[in-house]
Structure formats: structure tokens, C-alpha cells
């Protein structure tokens, strides 16, 4: 796959999982019940759903700011360098995201639960600093004005998502 499609295409698999952990994270400790496992599904796709909506308004901007570009290739290309500059701080933090939850899925109990604590306990506070990191470099980076704003844009989309998750569905206790 070529970089002008594997970055976005990346970058968009990357805010879609986060988005389906934001609404688990959102949902955790706000249900008595102790088989959760629909609760969290139902959490999960509602997390999922809010961040295909995002992805779908920051593409009707990205391609706004295409349709709009006096040179669109020239705009595309600062667009995808600004997204590798995302995916060099991002990739990493993905990567062993991912790592966690597929420990989580085949290990045995014990050390799947050692591995999700180790893996997503400390790293879920650094996520958000990272998304932040993340958006600035690649503005900082950019070449253009239009970029800058659609890379601030993304970073601050992505991190809107839980808290508009928690306020929604589960601002009270069930």
C-alpha cells in the first residue's frame, strides 16, 4: 500500500479503535451489574459510531480543504506528511495497545490481566498528551495554513469523543 493511502488509512484505523475504547471507558464503573459483557458491547459500538461520525466530518473537511486547494496534490501531500508525523508518535502507542488487548484475548487469565493493567493502565493517561503531541507536531510541521488547522482539528476530535460519551450515556450511575 502506498503512503498517500496508508497513512490516512492508518491514522483512520487508529481513531476508530480509540473511539470503541472511549466508549468502554466511558461506560466502566457506572453499571452494578456483574455480567457486563453486553453493556460494554453496547458501549463499545456507541464509541465506535461517535468516531465514525468524527471521521466522517473531518473527511467532508479534508475534502473541502482538497476541493478548495488552488494545488490539490500539493495540499494532499503536505496533508500525508503531516499524518506520518502523527503516526511516528501514535504508532507506537498503538502498537502496544494492540499488544495488550490481543494478550488479553489469548493468555490465560492471570497474566492477560497483568498484561492489560501493565499495558493499558498507564498508557491510558498518556493518551491523551500524546493525541496532543501528536496534532501539534504535525501543525508544526505543515507547510500549510489549512493543514495546521485540519491536523489541531483531528487531535482535538479524537479527544472529544469520550467525554461526549460520558456526558450522552452515562453521566449518572445505572
Excluded at 14 to 31: E, P, Q, S
Excluded at 62 to 81: I, N, Q, V
Excluded at 141 to 169: H, K, M, N, Q, Y
Aim: glycine share 10%; aromatic share 8%; with cysteine.
Amino acid at each position: 500500500m502506498s503512503t498517500p493511502i496508508a497513512v490516512p488509512a492508518a491514522l483512520a484505523s487508529i481513531a476508530l479503535i480509540d473511539a470503541a475504547l472511549a466508549g468502554y471507558r466511558a461506560a466502566t464503573g457506572r453499571n452494578g451489574r456483574i455480567g457486563k459483557r453486553r453493556y460494554y458491547l453496547v458501549a463499545m459500538r456507541r464509541g465506535l459510531a461517535a468516531g465514525a461520525a468524527l471521521l466522517g466530518g473531518l473527511a467532508v473537511v479534508l475534502g473541502a480543504a482538497l476541493g478548495g486547494a488552488p494545488h490539490p496534490s500539493e495540499r494532499y501531500a503536505d496533508l500525508t506528511r503531516a499524518g506520518t508525523v502523527m503516526l511516528w508518535i501514535l504508532g507506537p502507542y498503538a502498537i502496544v495497545v494492540l499488544l495488550s488487548i490481543g494478550g488479553y484475548a489469548l493468555l490465560p487469565r492471570a497474566p492477560a490481566t497483568f498484561l492489560i493493567l501493565l499495558g493499558l493502565g498507564p498508557f491510558t493517561l498518556v493518551r491523551p498528551w500524546l493525541t496532543v503531541a501528536a496534532g501539534a507536531a504535525a501543525a508544526w510541521t505543515a507547510s500549510d495554513p489549512v493543514t495546521r488547522a485540519c491536523a489541531l482539528l483531528a487531535a482535538a476530535g479524537v479527544l472529544a469523543v469520550e467525554p461526549w460519551l460520558s456526558r450522552r450515556w452515562y453521566a449518572e450511575p445505572q
